[in-house]
């Protein structure tokens, strides 16, 4: 039997390819200012690391639903922060991360060979990767009209959008779960980015939010992270929302795996979802940065387009990506190319909001140079 191994139905990892842009940029005299990833730079609260530190000594292995405690933050911080309404706490289940829930979605959802997944025209790269672990086909539109009579399995929605920070308006999402309802497909939308909306006139709502489904959460989920908004990235710490009966199958499905959220995370979890502050002065740090780079990047001549929301500025000048990689290079800042998220990135750039003000104050006064 001649194995084929699974990494070569894998695209290239898109980051490998930067490697000489991040080379130049470090010649920088002052060093580089790296605005590629989304990796969180500031510490994560002092109280989630005390409940982290109480934690450490729990012997047994943890459950893969959760603590109850957890299950009960997770219900109410989404209707705190986000109005989702009407939540159970067994519609819902913490992750190791949501890189690897999304990764692994189409697989636990019993997707495979003959199922079509739906991706965003411009999108995280694990989306597709998910699609294809799975043996599945993988559609990149934004528009359900495209697909014509087809019938997809499962529909990815990303909105705040990794990397434009577009924000899908209420009709968009109520149309999408309508088209969605009438076919039977379950739609999962990632919602990392939906406590950091920019743009009062575009506020972000989760898929579950009333206005979008009416209170019926049936063949919806939901991806939430703490990575951003917590800088919980380390902690590998996510959660799932949504229709019980499919929280309930991706639960087996992970009991089985023993992917379970380590307990001491569950903990330090728990805590984040609890204390509203730590997340709100976050975002005023993010806020910060943001108008910072905005005024730099427009003043340097850059159009930034969408951008209402999430960790990134969506940038073009007109020309190709990889020229605008280089053009940051010769300055010492590192950028994404807009070609890591598909075709339609092309001409544009994603400029990260995640370094610490020093480094977000040495790529303004570059770009003003």
């Known amino acids: 039997m001649t194995r084929t191994p699974l990494g070569r139905s894998l695209p290239d990892f898109p980051w490998d390819s930067l490697a000489p842009a991040k080379r130049r940029a470090a010649e920088h005299p002052e060093g580089i200012v790296n605005l590629s990833v989304g990796s969180p730079v500031d510490e994560v609260a002092p109280g989630i690391q005390l409940a982290l530190a109480e934690a450490a ?98 529909v990815f929605l990303n909105s705040p959008s ?46 579950l939010h009333p206005e ?64 509203d502050s730590q997340e709100q002065v976050q975002k005023l740090r993010y806020a910060t940065r943001r108008a910072t780079l905005l005024r730099a990047l427009t003043g340097a001549g850059f159009t930034v387009e969408h951008s209402e929301a999430g960790l990134y500025l969506w940038a073009t000048r007109g020309e190709g990506c990889w020229d605008t990689v280089e053009w940051f290079a010769q300055r010492g800042i590192l950028v994404a190319p807009g070609e890591f998220y598909g075709p339609a990135g092309a001409r544009h750039v994603r400029v990260s909001l995640t370094a610490t003000d020093e480094r977000i104050d040495a790529a303004a006064a570059r770009l003003g140079a």
């Open 57 to 154: 000594a729990h012997p047994g292995y943890p459950q893969t639903i959760g603590t109850p405690q957890l299950r009960r933050a997770i219900v109410d911080a989404a209707a705190r922060r986000f109005g989702i309404a009407g939540l159970e706490e067994s519609a819902v289940l913490p992750v190791v991360g949501t890189k690897e829930a999304i990764a692994w979605l189409p697989t636990a959802l019993g997707l495979g060979g003959g199922d079509a997944v739906v991706i965003p025209e411009l999108a995280y790269p694990t989306y597709e990767v998910g699609a294809r672990l799975a043996g599945c086909e993988t559609v990149r539109t934004d528009s359900t009209v495209a697909l014509g009579p087809r019938r997809p399995a499962l």
């Open 162 to 207: 990794n990397p434009t920070g577009r924000v899908l308006g209420v009709e968009h999402l109520r149309k999408v779960v309508e088209w969605a309802r009438e076919r039977d497909v379950i739609v999962a939308s990632d919602e990392c980015y939906l406590g950091l909306g920019w743009d009062d006139a575009r506020r972000p709502l989760s898929l």
């Open 212 to 275: 979008v489904c009416g209170g019926d959460h049936r063949n919806l989920l939901v991806i939430h992270s703490l990575s951003k908004t917590s800088n919980l990235a380390g902690y590998r710490a996510g959660f799932l929302a949504g229709d019980p009966a499919l929280i309930a199958e991706l639960t087996l499905v992970r009991k089985h795996a023993g992917l379970m959220v380590p307990y001491p995370i569950q903990v330090a979890m728990t805590a984040a979802l609890e204390e």
